[in-house]
């Protein structure tokens, strides 16, 4: 059974995990300015991997799960993410991301048959209709990268669900191990799709390669560590609300370290998802807890 509550300690974790998500996406729109979206995620995963595989292996019977995390988290979430994040600014992206909560609650009303409601369904249309409203903002590239977006934060929510399967095991020789199946697949798909990787290479200048360090560092070794610490101690629905605090850092860093405008698209975009997220998470229901 999981803890009734979180400890002091498990909800700095949450705070912690949900502020460097949210920085995630200025270092990610800065690294993806020089380096292709594709070729950027498999050298996450590369790194990710000659780090953690020498000290953190997963056992032999967790691999086949581990290698279905790696599509889903490692191509399906993070590609696209990246993917999405180059076609948008970091504070809309910072704003996007948040549909993994409603994809979160739909998942956990499939798999585990978690009351909905009408409370709920009305939360989850408000965060699509926030994101939606993104779309009409003046320095979108139309609604191409949303979609982009949905995708990857659906591929994010099928994950916890498959981490969960796992069963126990070391938060870093999970990260070690899916970012050792998911790096052949992100470069291979960068081979095959994009082109100038070399001279993306050569491009790239000290301000994406530190991107790239706090995409490899801050949001991969310490923030899905902890994130997997705290989806095996606790209930999706308990944790998942502090994420609430990723679009606040986001959206502050996208204005004030990369010069993005302010506008009332992204304000009122983000009120009504961050709105129709609080309405899906404090709205429990009488047997939330059983996720």
Same mark, same amino acid.
């Given at each position: 059974?999981?803890?009734?509550? #979180?400890?002091?300690?498990?909800?700095?974790?949450? !705070?912690?995990?949900?502020?460097?998500?949210?920085?995630?996406?200025? *270092?990610?729109?800065?690294?993806?300015?020089?380096?292709?979206?594709?070729?950027?995620?498999?050298?996450?995963?590369?790194?990710?991997?000659?780090?953690?595989?020498?000290?953190?292996?997963?056992?032999?019977?967790?691999? @086949?799960?581990?290698?279905?995390?790696?599509?889903? %988290?490692?191509?399906?979430?993070?590609?696209?993410?990246?993917?999405?994040?180059?076609?948008?600014?970091?504070?809309? =992206? *910072?704003?996007?991301?948040?549909?993994?909560?409603?994809?979160?609650?739909?998942?956990?009303?499939?798999?585990?048959?978690?009351?909905?409601?009408?409370?709920?369904?009305?939360?989850?249309?408000?965060?699509?209709?926030?994101?939606?409203?993104?779309?009409?903002?003046?320095?979108?590239?139309?609604?191409?990268?949303?979609?982009?977006?949905?995708?990857?934060?659906?591929?994010?929510?099928?994950?916890?669900?498959?981490?969960?399967?796992?069963?126990?095991?070391? @938060?870093? =020789?999970?990260?070690?191990?899916?970012?050792?199946? =998911?790096?052949?697949?992100?470069?291979?798909?960068?081979?095959?799709?994009?082109?100038?990787?070399?001279?993306? #290479? =050569?491009?790239?200048?000290?301000?994406?390669?530190?991107? %790239?360090?706090?995409?490899? !560092?801050? *949001?991969?070794?310490?923030?899905?560590?902890?994130?997997?610490?705290?989806?095996?101690?606790?209930?999706?629905?308990?944790?998942?609300?502090?994420?609430?605090?990723?679009?606040?850092?986001? !959206?502050?860093?996208?204005?004030?370290?990369?010069?993005?405008?302010?506008?009332?698209?992204?304000?009122?975009?983000?009120?009504?998802?961050?709105?129709?997220?609080?309405?899906?998470?404090?709205?429990?229901?009488?047997?939330?807890?059983?996720?």
């Amino acid at each position: 059974m999981p803890p009734p509550r #979180l400890a002091p300690l498990d909800v700095l974790a949450a !705070i912690t995990v949900a502020a460097l998500w949210g920085g995630n996406m200025v *270092a990610v729109k800065t690294a993806v300015s020089t380096l292709p979206p594709f070729l950027l995620t498999g050298l996450r995963f590369v790194i990710v991997a000659a780090l953690l595989l020498p000290f953190f292996r997963p056992r032999r019977d967790q691999m @086949p799960l581990i290698a279905l995390l790696a599509v889903l %988290l490692g191509l399906g979430h993070f590609g696209l993410l990246f993917v999405a994040v180059q076609g948008m600014d970091a504070a809309a =992206a *910072a704003v996007a991301v948040q549909l993994s909560i409603p994809f979160s609650a739909l998942v956990a009303w499939v798999a585990y048959r978690e009351p909905l409601g009408w409370r709920r369904a009305s939360g989850l249309g408000l965060a699509f209709l926030g994101v939606a409203l993104l779309a009409g903002e003046p320095h979108a590239n139309g609604i191409g990268p949303l979609l982009v977006m949905a995708a990857s934060t659906f591929c994010w929510a099928l994950s916890n669900l498959v981490i969960k399967r796992i069963g126990p095991i070391d @938060p870093l =020789a999970l990260n070690g191990g899916m970012a050792l199946l =998911a790096a052949p697949l992100l470069l291979t798909l960068s081979a095959l799709v994009e082109d100038h990787q070399l001279a993306a #290479l =050569a491009a790239t200048g000290w301000a994406g390669w530190l991107g %790239l360090g706090y995409i490899v !560092i801050g *949001a991969s070794l310490i923030a899905y560590s902890l994130w997997y610490w705290l989806v095996r101690r606790h209930s999706l629905n308990r944790i998942v609300p502090y994420t609430l605090l990723g679009p606040v850092v986001g !959206i502050s860093g996208g204005v004030l370290l990369l010069g993005e405008p302010l506008t009332w698209y992204k304000l009122a975009g983000g009120a009504l998802t961050i709105a129709g997220v609080a309405v899906v998470q404090v709205w429990t229901g009488p047997k939330r807890e059983s996720v």
